[in-house]
């Protein structure tokens, strides 16, 4: 069965820095694009970041451009979301998810597969 684990969530000072790990089972993850998404207290989910199958293309929600990075390594089926200069703005439970395609748009009706999620709170 398809199954996608968030580790790495938490309390974070803001300034400080998370990475944020999924690792992924049950098919080949070499042939999919991921995302990370987040949904903050009161908000809708929204995209924060994905990647193509072959880590060649990236996507960024705005307000995490510069801060926040997406990597891949298939060999070890894992997907990392790095994030740096944290803002309490970014506080919200984050998830992994497979998706049909990374684009600026149409995150959400790409979703095949959700991770549990994990929290990431940003607070002094």
């Known amino acids: 069965q398809v199954q996608l684990v968030e580790s790495g969530g938490g309390l974070v000072q803001p300034g400080g820095s998370q990475r944020l790990s999924c690792t992924a089972s049950?098919?080949?993850?070499?042939?999919?694009?991921m995302g990370w998404f987040r949904q903050a207290p009161g908000k809708e989910r929204e995209g924060v970041s994905c990647i193509s199958s072959s880590g060649g293309s990236t996507y960024y929600l705005d307000s995490v451009k510069g801060r926040f990075t997406i990597s891949r390594d298939n060999a070890k089926k894992t997907v990392y979301l790095q994030m740096n200069s944290l803002k309490p703005e970014d506080t919200g439970v984050y998830y992994c998810?497979?998706?049909?395609?990374?684009?600026?748009?149409?995150?959400?009706?790409?979703?095949?597969?959700w991770g549990q999620g994990t929290q990431v709170t940003v607070s002094s």
């Open positions: 049950g098919f080949t993850l070499n042939l999919y694009s």
């Open positions: 998810a497979r998706i049909a395609w990374c684009a600026a748009h149409g995150m959400h009706t790409a979703v095949n597969n």
